[in-house]
Each structure stands twice: as structure tokens, then as C-alpha cells.
């Protein structure tokens, strides 16, 4: 019984330490975004995800990437403090991509969920020949 007792106290003793510690955490209100229609010849459209550090600890945008070129990731990597918000803004190119589109962001945090995948579509209204 006092093994168990001596056990159980250890347990918690680490799980406290352990929070005292602190995160950063990634919260993305929004993490897909519908462009609709868009007009090749008026060129890229951009949209801006918002994000918050949900954690204790400042949060570190390492690393966004996209998945093909025609996808332009922008952020700042100064970190963001606890409680405040951050931005991604994200350019799609529609020049020579007529037709439906789905594009995937990644984005790698120092944060509790280290990767989160975010979505940009839409459809491409070709220009008039």
C-alpha cells in the first residue's frame, strides 16, 4: 500500500513539472479557405489565416510550405507570446491553371502539434482567347 501511495505521488509530481514547463500551441480558427471563382486574368488572389498561441510558452512559425509553386506562403518567424495572434498569408498564381484547384499548406511549429495542414481551392475562370 505504501508503494502504491509513494508511486502515485512520483506520478504526479512529474505531470506537474511537466506543465510547469509550458507549450506554445497553434490554434488555427480557420484552417480551409474557398476562394470561388476567380478570374485568370486578374491575377493572384491572396487570403490571410490567423492563428493563436493557446500555450504558456512563445510560439516559433519554423517552417510553412505549399504544395506546388503557384503557391506563395508569407509569415514572420518572430515568436508570437502567449495569448497573441499570428498570420500566414498565402498567394495563389492562377496564370495557365484553368479549372478547379486544391492546394495544401504545411506549416511546422515549435508548438504542442508541431505540423498543421491548412487548404486553399477554388476554380480558375480561364481569360477569353
Not at 480557420?30 to 470561388?36: M, T
Not at 490571410?48 to 505549399?66: M, S
Request: charged content about 25%; glycine content about 8%.
Amino acid at each position: 500500500m505504501k508503494r502504491t501511495f509513494t508511486s502515485i505521488i512520483i506520478a504526479l509530481v512529474c505531470c506537474i513539472m511537466a506543465l510547469a514547463d509550458g507549450f506554445a500551441q497553434a490554434y488555427f480558427p480557420v484552417r480551409n479557405h474557398d476562394f470561388g471563382y476567380i478570374k485568370e486574368a486578374k491575377g493572384p488572389v491572396s487570403y490571410t489565416f490567423e492563428l493563436q498561441n493557446k500555450g504558456t510558452k512563445p510560439l516559433i512559425i519554423v517552417q510553412v510550405t505549399a504544395s506546388c509553386g503557384c503557391t506563395r506562403p508569407e509569415y514572420s518567424t518572430r515568436p508570437i507570446k502567449p495569448g497573441k495572434k499570428g498570420k500566414i498569408k498565402i498567394t495563389y498564381s492562377p496564370y495557365g491553371r484553368p479549372g478547379a484547384f486544391e492546394k495544401i499548406i504545411k506549416v511546422k511549429t515549435n508548438g504542442r502539434e508541431k505540423r498543421t495542414v491548412l487548404m486553399i481551392t477554388g476554380t480558375v475562370i480561364p481569360r477569353n482567347k
